[in-house]
């Protein structure tokens, strides 16, 4: 089992070949952010997945695949 931080970086090289961007939080968590992920795209800058850092590393995952 990969720990946190190797899956983590191994999901960002995925969505960067894809040309997207991961951003982890780095707020307090509140209603409009709750401390996970959040997914960008490269080019336009426009949140694709996550617009409230809604995303744990299985969602993430699940993007790339689909």
């Known amino acids: 089992m990969l720990n946190t931080k190797t899956r983590?970086?191994?999901l960002r090289r995925r969505l960067a070949k894809m040309g997207y961007l991961l951003r982890k939080s780095r707020?307090?968590?509140s209603l409009d952010?709750?401390?996970h992920y959040m997914?960008?795209?490269g080019y336009t800058?426009?949140?694709s997945?996550?617009?409230r850092f809604d995303?744990?590393?299985d969602e993430v995952e699940q993007f790339i695949t689909e």
């Open 8 to 10: 983590e970086n191994r």
């Open 27 to 29: 707020e307090a968590i």
């Open 33 to 35: 952010n709750f401390g």
């Open 39 to 41: 997914i960008i795209d």
């Open 45 to 47: 800058g426009c949140i």
């Open 49 to 51: 997945a996550g617009s």
């Open 55 to 57: 995303l744990n590393l």
